[in-house]
C-alpha cells in the first residue's frame, strides 16, 4: 500500500506489528531506557549476554510504527552478535539514513527504512531502540539516555 | 479591512504560493505577513545599526525604529508607558526573565502558583527557581476537560504566595484561563500575575490594565511576525524594583571597577545586542493585527473550530482532548486515535498537504493528567479556511485507512 509518503509499506507496518522481542527478561545482564523527546517515544532494552554476545534481548517500546518496527528487527535479529557488531549495524543504518549509505550487511530488512531518508525528523524514531540497545550492552557510551542498570 | 480568509492569505507570503497547502500549526509558528516581513528588510536595508550606541545619523534611525517598535508594542498590550515593555527573544526568555529577576527577589518557603497546564517554558523555570531558592511551587489541577480547576484556590493561593503564573489558552487543548478568577484571588493575598500570552496574543490586542495583570509573555512568531523576538510587559514599579536578568552591555548606568549600577527599565533588562529589525518587524505585525476586525475573526475560527469538532467526534476510536465545542476556547484542537502514533498521522497527513503538529506539545504534565502520552494538535488561524478543515477530515479517513 502507499500512503501518500512513501514511508509506511508494508514491511515497516508487519515488523511493528510483529513486535518480535517485545516483553522483559527474568534476568538482565543490561537495561536501558531511552526517550526521544520530540514526540515522546520511549524505548526500554533488555539483555542478557554471555561471553560477549546476546543471548537474549527484550524491549518495551511505546512509539511510532518507524519505532516498533526497529525495535522489532532488533527482536528478531540480535540474539548472537556482540556490543562491536550492534554498533556497526546502528552506525551502518545511520549513514544509510542521513547520507545513502548501504543497507547495513546482515540486516537486509533494514532497506525497509531507506524511505525514511527523506524524512530527517524520522531518523531518530528509527535510530532509537539501537541506540537504547547499545546503552544497554555498553551503559558507559550513554548514548543520551538511562542506562537502568548493568553489570 | 476585507478579513476573508482568501484576502488575508494574500498577505502572507508563504500561503499565497502555496495555495495547496493546508496549514494548521500555527499554534506553533504562525505564518509572517508580508508587513512585517517588508519592515525587517527595509530596516536592514536602510537603518541597519546598533541601537542605544551610536551618534551617527544611521545610529539615530536604528533608535528611533526601535523605540517605535515598543510603542507599537506598548499599544497592542494598553500599557501605561513603553518603558514597560521589554523586548526579548521569545515568550520562553520573558519567563525566564522574570523567574530570574522577580524570581531573585523571592526566599525560601515563598509560594509560585503555576497550573498542570502550562507550556514547559512556564514550568521548568519555576521547576529551576525552587532548586535555586526553595521557594515553594504549586499546581492548579486540570479539570477532566483540560480546564484550570479554579474549586482549590483559596487553598492554593494563601497567604504564602507571591506570584501566580499561568497561561492564558493552552498550547494544548485551547482553553481560556479564567484570568479575572485568579487575579481576584492572588490580589487577596498581595501576590502579583504572571499571564503567559504565547497563544492568546496571537488571538487579538490585549488590555494588561483590563485584565489587571502584573507581567505579560508573548513571541513574536505566534503573531505574524518574525521569529526570535518576543516581549515581556511588566508594571514600571515591579520592573524597577528588579534586579537584571543578563548583564552586559547595553543595561547599566555606571561600571567601575570596584562595582556596576543598573539603568532604569526597559534596559536594564536588554543585555547586549537587542533583536532590533526583529522587533520592527513585529511591530509592523502588531500594527497589522491591531487594524482587523477581531469579533468577526473570532466569529469565523469558532465556526471553523466547531466543524472540525464535529467532524473528528464522527471519527471510530478518536479522543478530543480539551473543553467541549460549545465553550469559549481557542481554535486549537487536539486528539488521539487509539492504536495510531501522532507522528505516524501527521507524516501521512504530510502526504496530503496538511501540516499539524503531533508529540508531547511541550506540555507532558498536562497530558499526563488528561491520561495521554502525546496527541495530535490542528491549530486554526485567521488565514484558516474551510477547505483546511475538510482537507483535515479527509487526510484523517485515509490515516485510518492506510495505518490502522
Known amino acids: ?151 | 479591512m476585507s478579513v476573508e480568509p482568501e484576502s488575508l492569505r494574500a498577505g502572507f507570503p508563504l500561503l499565497a504560493a502555496t495555495p495547496q497547502l493546508h496549514y494548521l500549526d500555527s499554534a506553533a509558528t504562525a505564518q509572517i505577513h508580508r508587513l512585517a516581513l517588508d519592515a525587517v528588510v527595509r530596516h536592514e536595508t536602510t537603518r541597519r545599526a546598533n541601537v542605544s550606541r551610536g551618534t551617527y545619523r544611521l545610529a539615530e534611525a536604528a533608535d528611533l525604529a526601535y523605540e517605535q517598535a515598543r510603542q507599537t508594542a506598548a499599544r497592542f498590550l494598553n500599557a501605561t508607558s513603553a518603558d514597560e515593555v521589554i523586548f526579548t527573544s521569545g515568550a520562553t526568555a520573558s519567563i525566564n526573565l522574570v523567574a530570574h529577576a522577580f524570581g531573585g527577589t523571592l526566599k525560601a518557603g515563598d509560594r509560585v502558583v503555576i497550573s498542570v497546564a502550562e507550556h514547559h517554558s512556564n514550568f521548568v523555570p519555576w521547576q529551576m527557581l525552587r532548586e535555586r531558592t526553595g521557594i515553594e511551587l504549586v499546581l492548579i489541577p486540570v479539570t477532566a476537560s483540560g480546564q484550570l480547576d479554579l474549586g482549590l484556590l483559596p487553598e492554593l493561593i494563601d497567604g504564602k504566595c507571591r506570584l501566580v503564573a499561568v497561561t492564558q489558552c493552552s498550547n494544548v487543548t485551547g482553553a481560556w484561563t479564567d484570568v479575572a478568577a485568579l487575579v481576584a484571588a492572588a490580589r487577596k493575598v498581595g501576590a502579583k500575575v504572571l499571564l503567559d500570552g504565547a497563544q492568546g496574543a496571537q488571538h487579538g490586542p490585549q488590555d494588561v490594565r483590563a485584565l489587571d495583570i502584573d507581567f505579560y509573555a508573548f513571541s513574536g512568531h505566534k503573531c505574524f511576525g518574525p521569529g526570535g523576538v518576543g516581549v515581556l510587559w511588566g508594571r514600571g514599579e515591579l520592573l524597577a524594583a528588579m534586579p537584571p536578568f543578563l548583564t552586559g552591555g547595553g543595561m547599566i548606568s555606571e561600571v567601575t571597577a570596584q562595582a556596576t549600577t543598573w539603568a532604569a527599565p526597559p534596559q536594564r533588562f536588554e543585555a547586549g545586542t537587542p533583536p532590533i529589525a526583529q522587533a520592527v518587524g513585529l511591530a509592523a505585525a502588531l500594527e497589522w493585527m491591531m487594524s482587523l476586525d477581531w469579533p468577526q475573526i473570532h466569529a469565523r475560527e469558532a465556526r471553523l473550530c466547531e466543524r472540525l469538532i464535529d467532524g473528528l467526534q464522527r471519527i471510530p476510536g478518536l479522543r478530543l482532548l480539551g473543553p467541549e465545542a460549545s465553550t469559549r476556547r481557542a481554535p486549537i484542537v487536539s486528539f488521539e486515535i487509539a492504536g495510531l502514533h501522532p507522528h505516524d498521522i501527521c507524516q501521512v497527513l504530510d502526504a496530503h498537504q496538511l501540516a499539524l503538529r503531533g508529540g508531547h506539545h511541550c506540555a507532558q504534565p498536562l497530558l499526563a493528567a488528561l491520561g495521554a502520552e502525546v496527541c495530535t494538535r490542528a491549530s486554526i488561524a485567521l488565514y484558516s479556511d474551510e477547505a483546511d478543515i475538510e482537507a483535515l477530515l479527509d487526510g484523517l479517513g485515509f490515516v485510518l485507512r492506510e495505518l490502522a
Open chain 1, 1 to 151: 500500500m502507499n500512503d501518500g509518503s512513501g514511508l509506511y509499506q508494508d514491511a515497516i507496518k508487519q515488523f511493528a506489528q510483529a513486535a518480535n522481542g517485545h516483553g522483559r527478561l527474568e534476568a538482565a545482564d543490561g537495561e536501558a531506557r531511552l526517550d526521544n523527546p520530540l514526540c515522546g517515544d520511549r524505548v526500554r532494552m533488555q539483555v542478557a549476554v554471555a561471553s560477549g554476545r546476546i543471548t537474549a534481548v527484550a524491549h518495551e517500546t511505546k512509539g511510532c510504527l518507524l519505532c516498533r518496527a526497529a525495535a522489532s528487527a532488533i527482536g528478531a535479529r540480535a540474539v548472537g552478535e556482540d556490543a562491536a557488531a550492534i554498533e556497526s549495524v546502528a552506525t551502518a543504518l545511520e549513514g544509510m539514513l542521513k547520507n545513502g549509505a548501504p543497507v547495513p550487511a546482515g540486516w537486509p530488512e533494514l532497506s525497509m527504512f531507506e524511505p525514511a531518508r527523506a524524512y530527517p525528523s524520522r531518523h531518530r524514531c528509527v535510530l532509537l531502540p539501537f541506540r537504547a540497545l547499545l546503552a544497554a550492552l555498553r551503559p558507559e557510551v550513554g548514548a543520551g539516555g538511562t542506562a537502568i542498570s548493568s553489570n
